[in-house]
């Protein structure tokens, strides 16, 4: 668990205080009218989307990535591949460690085969992401740190066929807030943070949610989309 004692810096108290700050930016009767769909990019930002799902009646869903690091430095996150096979990589960081594109990709590609269809079975029985053709979607995170997990999964969900899209996070650095604004709808930030550290940084507590705990949050959640395929 990732503890924070320091009050000065620490914004929110967990995942249910950023939750309900969140609500309190989300036009959430606009989404109720047209059915928005909910996208949460990690196992934390579950516990967040899968509240708002419940409360509301949206369906969601889990888009699954994994981080393409460095060679011999797992810290260093070069690129992030998602469950549809699209790759977003930090190019300027690749080149500056003289690193091949190729490398990339086929890190990829191995991580996909590896990882992600082992989640998709764990999480999804299976199953594909839900079908995203021409519905508007929120992508959510705990936090967003480098933009990775954003930025892919902002590519795979308009590959997808979105009609709208837009994310929502309730902490972020202020440069990416501007970067993914003019990427998306709209983008809801509760904090936008200049000088920004990491997203533990700002939760008291921030437990990461671990496999079987996901996994039953899932199973037992009716909003989860894949839960209703096939009824």
């Known amino acids: 668990m990732t503890e924070n004692s320091d009050f000065d810096t620490w914004l929110f108290e967990d995942r249910q205080d950023a939750y309900k700050a969140l609500v309190e930016i989300l036009p959430v009767k606009v989404m109720q009218h047209e059915s928005w769909i909910l996208i949460a990019l990690s196992p934390g930002a579950v516990e967040i989307t899968e509240k708002l799902a419940r409360r509301y009646d ?58 992600i269809l082992k989640y998709r079975h764990r999480y999804r029985g299976g199953q594909s992401l839900s079908d995203l053709r021409d519905k508007s979607v929120l992508l959510i ?11 892919c999964a902002l590519k795979s969900v308009i590959n997808a066929g979105v009609r709208k899209v837009s994310f929502a996070t309730p902490v972020m650095p202020d440069d990416l807030f501007r970067i993914i604004d003019k990427k998306v709808d709209r983008v809801f930030a509760v904090h936008m943070i200049k000088e920004f550290i990491s997203v533990d940084y700002y939760y008291r507590s921030l437990p990461k949610i671990k496999p079987k705990a996901l996994q039953e949050i899932l199973a037992d959640c009716t909003h989860f989309l894949p839960n209703s395929k096939g009824e």
């Open 58 to 115: 949206f369906g969601f869903d889990l888009m699954l990535t994994e981080p393409i690091v460095a060679p011999n430095n797992e810290e260093c996150q070069l690129a992030m591949v998602s469950e549809t096979n699209d790759i977003v990589i930090e190019e300027k960081l690749v080149k500056s460690f003289g690193i091949s594109f190729d490398y990339i990709y086929d890190e990829g590609e191995r991580l996909f085969h590896e990882k």
């Open 141 to 151: 995170d705990e936090g967003c740190e480098t933009g990775l997990s954003a930025m």
